[in-house]
């Protein structure tokens, strides 16, 4: 499976374009010898993760927001995983039946020796959450390669904006962004193409898919 970050502490593989929306589902495999993995988003196609994973032990799962296509493996990853499973404190429509423990913002968790810290990103959805580890974050549906993610008025549309502005690219610049479709981009790439969309004028009506250079 294609290594889409890796550092001395810590490798990230992501399982991309899974399921009818094309997902991603990534896996943070600690160096650290014997330490369980962390899976962030389980969407439809998570076969290709089981199947991968093995016998490997599996700490916890962490899914980045409520939407179904994030979510749409879960029942399968189930019956082959019983770790527990994570979203954002802040986070709504979330299936009591799953148990979901919540994860607040600034909260750190342990991947082998590599400390994942929470940003919690309200627009998208209200408990929307991106997590750093390293020198990559892992940004759901929040941030993408030319804007943000879809949002459903002009009210969330700002608040997406503020969340990526001022929680986002104020990450180090050459930080890798992982989202939960697509492929990848760095903060500083996605600064310079905000840069050009703020320096127009915009609809205050616009909402919905916006990329940043249109």
């Given at each position: 499976m294609p290594q889409v970050y890796t550092d001395d502490q810590i490798t990230i593989e992501g399982f991309l374009g899974l399921g009818r929306m094309g997902n991603n589902c990534?896996?943070?495999?600690?160096?650290?010898?014997?330490?369980?993995?962390?899976?962030?988003?389980?969407?439809?196609?998570?076969?290709?993760?089981?199947?991968?994973?093995?016998?490997?032990?599996?700490?916890?799962?962490?899914?980045?927001?409520?939407?179904?296509?994030?979510?749409?493996?879960?029942?399968?990853?189930?019956?082959?995983?019983?770790?527990?499973?994570?979203?954002?404190?802040?986070?709504?429509?979330?299936?009591?039946?799953?148990?979901?423990?919540?994860?607040?913002?600034?909260?750190?968790?342990?991947?082998?020796?590599?400390?994942?810290?929470?940003?919690?990103?309200?627009?998208?959805?209200?408990?929307?959450?991106?997590?750093?580890?390293?020198?990559?974050?892992?940004?759901?549906?929040?941030?993408?390669p030319g804007g943000p993610g879809y949002s459903r008025s002009p009210e969330l549309l700002a608040e997406e904006i503020e969340s990526i502005v001022t929680r986002l690219h104020t990450l180090k610049p050459e930080t890798v962004v992982l989202p939960g479709h697509g492929p990848g981009t760095t903060i500083e790439a996605s600064k310079a193409e905000y840069a050009v969309f703020a320096s127009r004028p915009h609809d205050p009506e616009r909402h919905g898919d916006v990329l940043w250079l249109s």
């Amino acid at each position: 499976m294609p290594q889409v970050y890796t550092d001395d502490q810590i490798t990230i593989e992501g399982f991309l374009g899974l399921g009818r929306m094309g997902n991603n589902c990534y896996v943070l495999r600690p160096a650290a010898s014997g330490a369980g993995v962390t899976i962030v988003d389980v969407p439809e196609g998570v076969e290709a993760v089981i199947a991968d994973l093995g016998d490997t032990p599996v700490e916890r799962v962490v899914v980045t927001h409520s939407h179904r296509d994030h979510w749409h493996g879960f029942d399968l990853l189930r019956g082959f995983v019983q770790a527990p499973v994570f979203a954002g404190a802040e986070e709504t429509n979330l299936e009591e039946s799953r148990n979901v423990q919540p994860l607040a913002d600034g909260e750190t968790f342990m991947v082998g020796d590599v400390s994942v810290q929470v940003i919690h990103t309200p627009g998208h959805t209200p408990g929307s959450i991106c997590l750093l580890v390293n020198g990559a974050v892992l940004t759901g549906d929040t941030l993408f390669p030319g804007g943000p993610g879809y949002s459903r008025s002009p009210e969330l549309l700002a608040e997406e904006i503020e969340s990526i502005v001022t929680r986002l690219h104020t990450l180090k610049p050459e930080t890798v962004v992982l989202p939960g479709h697509g492929p990848g981009t760095t903060i500083e790439a996605s600064k310079a193409e905000y840069a050009v969309f703020a320096s127009r004028p915009h609809d205050p009506e616009r909402h919905g898919d916006v990329l940043w250079l249109s």
